[in-house]
Every structure is written in C-alpha cells, then in structure tokens.
C-alpha cells in the first residue's frame, strides 16, 4: 500500500470540469424563457447553478485532499442518516412534479436521494472490504447490502422517483457484480424481483403509458408520445454542428423539463452531433480512468469504493441519454454535472473529489 500520497488523477478533473462548463453553458440557454416565465428572472435558474458549482468545487477541493479511508467509519452512519433524511422528505418535504423529494433547512433547498447514493455506494464498499472473501455466500454475504439498498429504494419509490430509484439499485448491482457475488445468486434475486417492478409498473397508470410510448411514441403523439416525439426532434433538427447556442426552438414549450431531464437533447439541438459526442466521450473518459483507479486502488475498500462512484456518475448519465434519445423509456432523472440541480452537481463533484483522493494514494496519476 502506498505510504505517501502522489499526483491525483488530473484527466478525470478535467473531463468533470469540462462537463461542468458545458452545462453551465447549455442550463443557461434551456433555462432563461422558463426563468423569465416562472420568475421574471431570465438568470434565475443559471443564478442558482453557479451557487452549485461553486459549492460543489468547494467540497470536491477539501474531500480530494482528505483520505478516503477516513470515509470507511462513517459507512453504518451515512445509512441511518440517509434512511433518516427519506423518512422527513416524506413527512415534510416540498413537492414538485408529483414527487415529494425536496428538504429546506435554513432557507436551503436540497434532495436527499441525491446525497443517499453517496451513502449507499460508502455503505456496499465498507461491506465488501469487510465480508471480502464471504461475499458469494447467499445469507451472510449478498443479503445484507441487498436489504440496505432495497430499504432505501423502497423509501425512494414512496416519493416517489422511480429514475433515481433504477440509478441507485444499478449502481449497487454493478458494485456487487465487481464484488465478485455468486452471478447465480445475483441473477435470481433479479427474476425474483420483476414481480415488483411490475407492480411499481401498473401501480403507477404513467409508468405503464410510458413503457407503451418508448416501444410506440407515435400511437399517442400529444399525450404519452409527447416527450420522446419532441426530444427526438430536438436532437435531429440540430445536424452536424447543431443550430447555434440559444437558437434552439424545442425548449420554448415543446421540450418538457429541458433544463433538467431533457437537457441532453437541447444540447443536441444546438451543439449538434459534435456537442451531444463532446459530452458521451467525457463520460467515457470518467469511466475509463475511474475503473483505472479502482483497479490501481491499494486496498479492497478503496477499489470498490472508485467502482461505485464511477458507476454512480456513468449509469446515471447513460439513463439520462437513453431516456433522451428514445433508447429507454422516459423517467425522470438528471444528466450528471450537465442538468439543473444544485444538489446533483455538489455530490457528481464529490464523487469526482473522493475518486482524485483514492488515485493519489494508489499512484494513479494522470500519466
């Protein structure tokens, strides 16, 4: 194990910050007619972004210089302060979209399942450093973190945000798959667990009509339709090299959530192929070096820890360009540093900021 910490991992740094400046940029134009609309405010919403980068390069500076390994203790803690934060957004949180998911503490707006996932991705990767070889036993080793994580999606889903609740469970099974489960015992939890989904499916009447508009948007194109119809036409009518930066039209009450879910598909619109590729190969840079540390990480924890905070940040963004592009159906979640979300910028940076920390102690510089 490396005693003295080297040069962090700068490429991941700067394909985070790169991400950043393009959202900034793209939040901006989706954003300044709904501003203008809701609060008379064109920079209302870019206003409210820089206060989140700006706090979330503040956390990302002070967590990338502090040991990781001091993250390990507060693994048990972070999940009964999660399941705590789950239960008071449900009993007093604010509501917007039909989803009761945000908490105001002293005049500040945040939403808890965001910083959940940090403590779940802490929680699975103190496990397994703990369980080690124990993992491929039903019982004592693939249960517990399942019930954890199945605890806190429960909690999710009861707001709910079903988008967050798939990026959550995604990001625990791409953990316990590099874990090295039994795959057996994995695969049939999953089987086992699609008469949920179902129920959550056909519980829910819009789930159901948006599993039926991806696999046919056409059959209802002003309601159910509505969503992918208007992305799609978003990211085609952009071309090559798109129409120009706030030349799009789609987000002018075509494109709904466009500063948000669908902030993809105006990047699309007005940056075009270029743009949209710009954005997926940054993510793909974040994914290579990020495994590149988990696999250089000095210890179990730190390794399993590199793979949930990348797979955090990639399978969330390959939700969101999914739902974007018509490749999945719609839900509702955001893209990583590039949508409107304070709380979803501060934690991709502190994720980004705790991957910088594990490649100093491993030695994986940016060379």
Not at 216 to 224: G, Q, T, V, Y
Request: with cysteine; hydrophobic share 55%.
């Amino acid at each position: 194990m490396s005693t003295r910490a080297k040069r962090p991992d700068l490429i991941i740094f700067a394909a985070a910050l790169g991400l950043v400046v393009i959202g900034l940029v793209i939040v901006f134009s989706a954003s300044y007619s709904t501003g203008m609309q809701r609060f008379q405010d064109p920079y209302y919403y870019i206003k409210r972004q820089l206060v989140g980068a700006a706090l979330g390069l503040c956390v990302f500076w002070v967590v990338q210089r502090i040991d990781y390994r001091l993250l390990r203790p507060w693994a048990l803690p972070g999940i009964a302060l999660a399941v705590f934060l789950l239960v008071v957004v449900l009993l007093v949180g604010s509501e917007a979209g039909g989803s009761r998911a945000w908490l105001y503490v002293a005049g500040i707006r945040f939403q808890p399942a965001e910083l959940v996932k940090l403590a779940v991705v802490n929680f699975i990767a103190a496990y397994v450093a703990y369980r080690r070889d124990g993992m491929r036993r039903f019982w004592s080793g693939l249960i517990p973190p399942l019930a954890v994580v199945g605890l806190i999606f429960g909690l999710i889903m009861l707001q709910p945000d079903f988008g967050t609740g798939i990026a959550l469970v995604g990001t625990a099974v791409i953990m316990l798959f590099a874990a090295g489960v039994n795959l057996g015992h994995l695969v049939g939890i999953g089987l086992a667990g699609l008469p949920v989904l179902a129920a959550l499916v056909y519980t829910r009447p819009y789930r159901w009509r948006r599993i039926t508009s991806f696999l046919d948007p056409w059959a209802d194109p002003l309601d159910s339709g509505w969503n992918i119809i208007q992305s799609l036409l978003a990211i085609g009518s952009g071309g090559l090299f798109g129409l120009g930066l706030g030349a799009g039209r789609q987000k002018f009450a075509y494109l709904p959530e466009q500063h948000t879910d669908f902030i993809f598909s105006v990047l699309g619109e007005e940056l075009g192929f270029v743009g949209t590729m710009t954005v997926v190969a940054l993510f793909f840079v974040i994914a290579w070096r990020g495994y590149r540390v988990a696999l250089l990480a000095p210890d179990l924890y730190g390794s399993m820890l590199a793979v949930g905070l990348t797979s955090m940040l990639v399978f969330q963004a390959m939700l969101n360009i999914g739902v974007a592009t018509g490749s999945l159906p719609v839900t509702g979640i955001t893209l990583p540093f590039v949508s409107f979300g304070s709380t979803s910028l501060v934690v991709s940076l502190a994720a980004v900021g705790v991957l910088l920390n594990i490649s100093r102690w491993a030695g994986g510089g940016s060379g």
